[in-house]
């Protein structure tokens, strides 16, 4: 007697419809794009008995190999996207259905909003289940890659892409199967990853100092629609408005902020409990020249408020550098040279002058620390503070 034929199933919907087609292995031999067959994945040929993140890995790197080989980048595991595609993958093999729309009317939408997804609405779903050969990864992803469900999968406009795999077939089968769920976020919704950010101009002219390799050289350029582009970069934004979307945890949360007034290097490092501190360090050579130490005429020029007429103000211009931020919630920490000011959620000036660091808040609350991580002050709106150079 022959033995059973593997089967494969599959779905799509981008915002809860899916089509369900059953064929049999022969019917779609042919039908993949070969894609995923050229990258080198540790497990792409593991059967569903191995274990899941070991399946989901192998997935993962064959899904991007083949993004790469379209010239589109790697994909943005997001945290609550996976979540979804995982509570999913199971819900489907245990209830017996095998779509996006779940019987009780969830969809990709609303099962990633409630595990914690922030992203914009409109999340497309790709659905595959199959048995003995068609549950490997390779095989999952040459289906994944077919038709419309591969320019999904694969588009150079959709990065942030969650997935999960569960034991299983749909309907139950005897034979050892796998079913797997895409989580796809919409067209244009951008996510980055720790290590980037997705800078735009908002308005006039921002440049972008991008290096090359880190620590190299860099290559300067003017910034025209949204780039992805690497911490490290130092950006310019004296001639133009800045918007800076950059991930605010491990898991994938984003967030954004509007920088104006200056120049500063994009970093990025661990802020604990799955945070990441987004910091950006003021730059320029606008202070050479200042003495060893400021004078007191120097700190009074720098303490003065904006209700000083310009008749009274010192005719020498004052030496300084300067960076505007506003971001209504995030991780962000503006360091200058003698402070850093970190954020709950507000619009502040950070400025250095020969004197020292001012820090002048127009909304909200800023943490101030001088150069040695020392707390000096909480800032409140309508409030300032001089942080002296060498406190």
Known sequence: MRGRQPRVQWGRSAIGACVAVVACAAGLSGGGTGAASAPSCPGADLGPDAPLPDLESAVRCLLDGARTQRGAAASIDE?????????HAGDMVTRGYLAATAPDGATPTSRATRVGYKGPPGLTSVVITGTGSLAT?????DRALVGTRGATLVGASRRAIGLGVARGTVPASASPGATVSFVVAAPGAVTVRRGESAARALSGSVFADVPVRPGGPSVRRRLVGTEILPTGTTFDT????????????????QQTATIDSGRFRLLQFPGGGGRLMTEMRIAGSELRGCPARPSARASRDAAATDAVSSAKRKKKKVKKRRLWVRSKRGNYRTRARDASATVRGTRYLAEDTCAGTRIVVREGVVDVRNRSGRRVATVRAGKQVLVRRGR
């Open 79 to 87: 945290g609550p996207l996976s979540a979804s595609a995982r509570a």
């Open 137 to 141: 990864p390779r095989a999952i992803v």
């Open 238 to 253: 004296r001639t133009g408005v800045l918007s800076l979307q950059t991930a605010a945890t491990t898991s994938g949360d």
